[in-house]
């Protein structure tokens, strides 16, 4: 089952490439830069990746952050995710990135999305891994500098799918970014927003209603909400959800409790992603092999999950039916 899940074609739909950054890489990066890490060694840091909440995580996600410098680390950190996605038959990714990590200590722009729009060529002419880049906000900052990243991001567009929005979910609803998603749609791109992870259901469904996202990115606490699940289904609103980060950070205290299975089997759209896989412990196949061994998923759930995540990714109608003509050979 295992060399079944990794030879599977997969797509991923929820991936932060700063979250993709190994600790070998960080102390490579470190080095080439200069900058000192507060840890000794790789098996220090290793043991740092031990954490108990989003807030304790995010902490060392941004210090991680801050060894990438120049346009090579972001493509360096870009490849690095892409030769994971190779070894697993992941031909399709739709990750995101976080611009303001970045500006705010002064990183340009431009440095950061030429690294990473390099790589992505390179991944489709050199695997066929076709790719979609969406930009997101960081939702503990206000509304105000996400405007001024979407400005920023204007050069660009070429370059970006669309707009996330992430970071702390508690103490920072949907409503808080009204207005800066609207304008982005008007601009053309499409619209996800994390959801329902460590915030209430009812961010959910503002996330519909006021920020009218294409996806919903995680979304576990609909089960919380029956008439949410009933809209979810009926809409068919895909989530990104993510099991192995889901359990690292408390949202479940054991994968044995995860409910994509519950929700999968109720007809909501949802997907198998691994989000930050660096800190929580798994690229995309170990989350499928999570599931399987937590949870009992079969192989006929695997393959329902494999192509939603084709059908709701936001890849051409012509990509969607040659990836989905490769997952219907498995039956």
Same mark, same amino acid.
């Given at each position: 089952m295992d060399s079944f899940l990794n030879s599977m074609p997969k797509a991923e739909l929820h991936l932060h490439l700063e979250g993709t950054l190994e600790p070998e890489l960080m102390f490579a990066l470190a080095e080439r830069n200069g900058i000192e890490l507060p840890y000794a060694s790789v098996d220090e840091l290793s043991?740092?990746?031990?954490?108990?909440?989003?807030?304790?995580?995010?902490?060392?996600?941004?210090q991680g952050a801050e060894v990438l410098q120049t346009e090579q680390d972001f493509y360096d950190l870009t490849w690095a995710y892409i030769e994971r996605c190779k070894a697993q038959n992941v031909i399709h990714i739709e990750p995101f990135f976080d611009p303001q990590t970045h500006t705010e200590r002064s990183i340009p722009f431009a440095t950061v999305i030429r690294g990473i729009s390099r790589a992505l060529a390179d991944a489709e %002419?050199?695997?066929?891994?076709?790719?979609?880049?969406?930009?997101?906000?960081?939702?503990?900052?206000?509304?105000?500098? &996400?405007?001024?990243?979407?400005?920023?991001?204007? !050069?660009?567009?070429?370059?970006? +799918?669309? +707009?996330?929005?992430? %970071?702390?979910?508690? /103490?920072?609803?949907?409503?808080?970014?009204?207005?800066?998603? &609207?304008?982005?749609?008007?601009? /053309?791109?499409?619209?996800?927003?994390?959801?329902?992870?460590?915030? !209430?259901?009812?961010?959910?469904?503002?996330?519909?209603?006021?920020?009218?996202?294409?996806?919903?990115?995680?979304?576990?606490?609909?089960?919380?909400d029956a008439e949410l699940m009933q809209r979810l289904a009926q809409e068919k609103m895909a989530l990104t959800v993510c099991p192995l980060s889901n359990t690292r950070l408390r949202v479940f205290d054991d994968m044995s $409790?995860?409910?994509?299975? $519950?929700?999968?089997?109720?007809?909501?759209?949802?997907?198998?992603? %691994?989000?930050? !896989?660096?800190?929580?412990? /798994?690229?995309? #196949?170990? @989350?499928? +092999?999570?599931?399987?061994? /937590?949870?009992? *998923? #079969?192989?006929?759930?695997?393959?329902?999950?494999?192509? @939603?995540?084709?059908?709701?990714?936001?890849? %051409?109608?012509?990509?969607?039916?040659? *990836?989905?003509a490769l997952l219907g050979k498995l039956g």
């Open positions: 043991r740092a990746y031990n954490f108990g909440n989003l807030q304790d995580f995010l902490d060392l996600y941004y %002419s050199k695997y066929g891994i076709s790719s979609g880049l969406i930009m997101c906000f960081l939702r503990h900052l206000s509304e105000l500098e &996400a405007f001024n990243t979407l400005h920023q991001a204007e !050069p660009y567009l070429d370059n970006i +799918i669309g +707009i996330g929005l992430d %970071s702390s979910e508690q /103490g920072h609803p949907p409503a808080k970014f009204e207005r800066v998603f &609207a304008k982005a749609r008007s601009m /053309g791109l499409l619209a996800v927003a994390h959801a329902g992870e460590e915030g !209430p259901a009812q961010n959910i469904i503002d996330a519909l209603d006021l920020l009218h996202v294409d996806r919903i990115d995680h979304g576990v606490r609909a089960t919380d $409790q995860h409910n994509i299975l $519950q929700m999968l089997e109720q007809g909501v759209k949802v997907t198998v992603n %691994s989000d930050d !896989p660096a800190y929580f412990g /798994g690229y995309l #196949t170990e @989350n499928f +092999i999570a599931l399987e061994q /937590g949870l009992g *998923m #079969t192989r006929g759930q695997a393959l329902e999950l494999a192509r @939603n995540s084709f059908e709701y990714s936001f890849a %051409s109608p012509n990509r969607k039916a040659e *990836m989905l």
